[in-house]
Antibody, heavy 121, light 113 residues
Framework: EVQLVESGGGLVQPGGSLRLSCAAS????????MNWVRQAPGKGLEWVSY????????YYADSVKGRFTISRDNAKNSLYLQMNSLRAEDTAVYYC??????????????WGQGTLVTVSS | QSVLTQPPSVSGAPGQRVTISCTGS?????????VHWYQQLPGTAPKLLIY???NRPSGVPDRFSGSKSGTSASLAITGLQAEDEADYYC?????????????FGGGTKLTVL
């Protein structure tokens, strides 16, 4: 059974840092592209970042570019999101999601349960 | 606002049929990128409902169907059930934003009357 379990969320002050982790199991992690998607309280879904299976290709949403860093450790079946210079508008539940290529795009076939990040003084 | 446009809410009585639209543009749906749909039950993570415009993952009832035409896509739910009450999101890919990124609709809240 595919499982994605996020951790590392919490309360942080504006300008602070936080590192999220996503532990994967039930599939060959090193074969899949992974993403982070977030959802602000009461709002919709927003894609945050993508990393290829090898980690060689990375993309970010403009809203987090230069502040967030995605990475993975295939030996540990883990995905990470280092978040620096956090702002109030980064407050959200952060989901890790497995990407499945399809034709000319990708979809997210498995999601974790999410971890809440609250940026507030 | 979201790159893909969905109605904020739809409603229907049990047994009825409802549709949720997802309107994009020439840089996403209109460019040929596929549309995928997710269902998010209250307090839970999103779940894949439809992929590749009209394909259902294993376990998704055939009451759910998707279609795509031009710069828009639609999700149809027939035989509405109380358990279908949830938020629904469409998702595609956009090639115009900083070299490309994944985009979602703003979400549609389905209320079963």
């Amino acid at each position: 059974e595919v499982q994605l379990v996020e951790s590392g969320g919490g309360l942080v002050q504006p300008g602070g840092s936080l590192r999220l982790s996503c532990a994967a199991s039930g599939f060959t992690f090193s074969s899949y592209e992974m993403n982070w998607v977030r959802q602000a309280p009461g709002k919709g879904l927003e894609w945050v970042s993508y990393i290829s299976s090898s980690g060689s290709t990375i993309y970010y949403a403009d809203s987090v570019k230069g502040r967030f860093t995605i990475s993975r450790d295939n030996a540990k079946n883990s995905l990470y999101l280092q978040m620096n210079s956090l702002r109030a508008e980064d407050t959200a539940v952060y989901y890790c999601a497995r990407a499945q290529p399809y034709s000319s795009s990708w979809y997210f076939d498995y999601w974790g349960q999410g971890t809440l990040v609250t940026v507030s003084s | 606002q979201s790159v893909l446009t969905q109605p904020p809410s739809v409603s229907g009585a049990p047994g009825q049929r409802v549709t949720i639209s997802c309107t994009g543009s020439s840089s996403n749906i209109g460019a040929g990128y596929d549309v995928h749909w997710y269902q998010q039950l209250p307090g839970t993570a999103p779940k894949l409902l439809i992929y590749g415009n009209s394909n259902r993952p294993s376990g998704v009832p055939d009451r759910f169907s998707g279609s795509k035409s031009g710069t828009s896509a639609s999700l149809a739910i027939t035989g509405l059930q109380a358990e279908d009450e949830a938020d629904y999101y469409c998702q595609s890919y956009d090639s115009s934003l900083s070299g490309g990124c994944w985009v979602f609709g703003g979400g549609t809240k389905l209320t079963v009357l």
